[in-house]
């Protein structure tokens, strides 16, 4: 259980993370607008689900960070690199996410655990730091 706990925090860090600032240090992205991101974060998101959904329980007491998170958070590097390009706003996400977060489907204990937490971080605010 101490491993799923660290890895839904990490999971709502990297999904914070991609609320952009004002600063444009990154390069051009693949996105035109914040519902592109958005969009995207939605698909890493069922990616990530859809890989929990395959591990057994030895995956969550390891001490080792399971490699799918790891590809999710370089992801979601990329991704923020493109929203902070385009400007955009933790709001922008957090609404994005919200309106559409019925698109994610968990099929599996773990996975739903995920879906669950990462609903109510949502909905809370804890995710997102909106204004």
């Keep these: 259980m101490r491993t799923i706990l660290a890895l839904l925090l990490v999971l709502m860090l990297a999904i914070a993370a991609c609320g952009g600032d ?6 051009s992205g693949d996105f035109e607008t914040c519902d592109d991101v958005g969009a995207a974060v939605i698909d890493e998101i069922q990616t990530l689900l859809d890989d929990i959904s395959q ?5 969550f007491t390891s001490d080792e960070q399971p490699e799918e998170l790891t590809r999710f958070e370089e992801r979601l590097e990329d991704l923020e690199t493109q929203s902070d390009d385009i400007g955009c706003s933790d709001e922008d996400l957090a609404n994005y996410l919200q309106d559409n977060f019925d698109e994610l489907e968990a099929d599996g204990q773990f996975a739903e655990i995920f879906l669950q937490a990462l609903e109510e971080g949502i909905q809370s605010g804890e995710i997102f ?3």
């Design 129 to 131: 730091q909106t204004p």
């Design 55 to 59: 591990m057994d329980a030895s995956a």
């Design 22 to 27: 004002d600063d444009d240090d990154g390069a």
